[in-house]
T-cell receptor, first 114, second 111 residues
C-alpha cells in the first residue's frame, strides 16, 4: 500500500544549489500535483499534471520546474535555491471525476535553504 | 484567482466543547473538500461536498456546503483531544482537478 511516495524526507540546501524532489505513485492516477506549505499555512499549488507528457503552472511556479515522462513519476526540480523556498513540499495524485477529485498526499519533504 | 478564507485561524478549546470552523469565498466551487492534517504528515481527506445546501456527517463532524456553493462549515460536537490538528478546506473550480486551499484552522483540544 505505497500510495504516494516522496524522497527525500528532509534536506538542507545552500543558497544557489539545485536539487530534485522525487515523487512516485502506484495508483495509476492521471493527475499529479506539487504543493508547498509554509509554517502554519495552507497549501499553495506549484505545478500540476493531468497526464504523462502534460504539465502546467499552478499558483507559485517561479523557481521550480517539473516533468512527467511516465504516469508514475512527477519530480520537482529546484534551480538556484533561495531562502524563500524553505518550506514543506507535498506531492499528491488524484483520481475521480472532474470536479470531484479524491486526492492522496505524500508524507511531505522538509526543505531548508540556508 | 479563487480564494478561500478560513476562520478562525486558531482555536483552543476544552474536551467536550462544540466548535464550528468556517470556509468562505466569493467564488463558486464545483465541489469543496475538508482535510485534516496532523504534524509531520500530509493532509487526509475527510469529506467532499458537491451540492449546494448539502450536509454530510462523519461521526461527530458535520459538514455543510452553502446554498450558493461559495462557503462551507465544519461543526464538531463534543470535541476530543484526538480531533487536534490543522483543518483545511479546499475548493475545486477549474480544469485539471486543481484545488485551491484555504489557510487552515489549527485546532487544539485540551483534555
Amino acid at each position: 500500500n505505497a500510495g504516494v511516495t516522496q524522497t527525500p524526507k528532509f534536506r538542507i540546501l545552500k543558497i544557489g544549489q539545485s536539487m530534485t524532489l522525487q515523487c512516485t505513485q502506484d495508483m495509476n492516477h492521471n493527475y499529479m500535483y506539487w504543493y508547498r506549505q509554509d509554517p502554519g499555512m495552507g497549501l499553495k499549488l506549484i505545478y500540476y499534471s493531468v497526464g504523462a507528457g502534460i504539465t502546467d503552472k499552478g499558483e507559485v511556479p517561479n523557481g521550480y520546474n517539473v516533468s512527467r515522462s511516465t504516469t508514475e513519476d512527477f519530480p520537482l526540480r529546484l534551480e538556484l535555491a533561495a531562502p524563500s523556498q524553505t518550506s514543506v513540499y507535498f506531492c499528491a495524485s488524484a483520481q475521480g471525476r472532474q470536479g470531484r477529485p479524491t486526492i492522496y498526499f505524500g508524507e511531505g519533504s522538509w526543505l531548508t535553504v540556508v | 484567482t479563487q480564494l478561500l478564507e478560513q476562520s478562525p485561524q486558531f482555536l483552543s478549546i476544552q474536551e467536550g466543547e462544540n466548535l464550528t470552523v468556517y470556509c468562505n469565498s466569493s467564488s463558486v466551487f464545483s465541489s469543496l473538500q475538508w482535510y485534516r492534517q496532523e504534524p509531520g504528515e500530509g493532509p487526509v481527506l475527510l469529506v467532499t461536498v458537491v451540492t449546494g445546501g448539502e450536509v454530510k456527517k462523519l461521526k461527530r463532524l458535520t459538514f455543510q456546503f452553502g446554498d450558493a456553493r461559495k462557503d462551507s462549515s465544519l461543526h464538531i460536537t463534543a470535541a476530543q483531544p484526538g480531533d487536534t490538528g490543522l483543518y483545511l478546506c479546499a475548493g475545486d473550480g477549474g480544469a485539471g482537478n486543481m484545488l485551491t486551499f484555504g489557510g487552515g484552522t489549527r485546532l487544539m483540544v485540551k483534555p
